[in-house]
Structures are given as C-alpha cells and as structure tokens.
C-alpha cells in the first residue's frame, strides 16, 4: 500500500495551497483518511479528519480556514489550505485508517510559510 502526498511548497503568509493524497495498493475498505503535520521540534498533530461517511473534523488552530474533502472512489483525500500563516510551517502527512483495522502513512510533503 502506498500514501502519495503532492501540493506543499513556499507560500507567502495570507497564500493557499492544495495539498493531495491518494492511495494505492490492495487495502480494506477506508474508514478514515486524515492529514496530521509535524513541525521542527513538535509533537505530529492532527490537523483534519474525513471519514467514509463525509464527517470532517478539524484542529482549533486550523478552523476556518483549512478544508478536508475526500474522494473515495478515486481513494483520494485533499486540504485546501487558505490564510496560511507561518505557524502553518511543517512536514504534512496523509494518513489512512482501514477496515479490518490498519493504518497506512504517506511520506509527507513540505510546507513552508514565509515571506
């Protein structure tokens, strides 16, 4: 099974991006794809979750401003990020929980905020 994540970059603060993920490979039935982000000297953190059934949750921090959407039949999970500050500044990692029960990582995609 591989997680392909594309989209990160250099953004200027107030940009957005779009970041992707799709899946590929023999795997159960996706119960839940979410991304979580690891900045320098941090703790990995969730930052939004869909699952199979549309329900999406998101971070404090990111609320408002970010959007997770999913494409299943496609195996494709998407954030679009908007009013990117530098705090956003981190590794991305896509994450796929399936059914029976396993949990899939991608390789992580970088996002840099700055001017």
């Known amino acids: 099974v591989q997680l392909v994540e594309s989209g990160g970059g250099l953004v200027q603060p107030g940009g957005s991006l779009r970041l992707s993920c799709e899946a590929s490979g023999n795997f159960g039935s996706i119960s839940i794809m979410d991304w979580y982000r690891q900045a320098p000297g941090k703790q990995r953190e969730l930052v939004a979750a869909i699952t199979s059934g549309g329900a999406t949750n998101y971070a404090d921090s990111v609320k408002g401003r970010f959007a997770i959407s999913g494409d299943y039949a496609k195996n494709t999970v998407y954030l679009q990020m908007n009013s990117l500050k530098p705090e956003d500044t981190a590794v991305y990692y896509c994450?796929?929980?399936?059914?029976?029960?396993?949990?899939?990582w991608g390789q992580g995609t970088q996002v840099t905020v700055s001017s």
């Open positions: 994450n796929m929980v399936t059914l029976p029960f396993n949990t899939y």
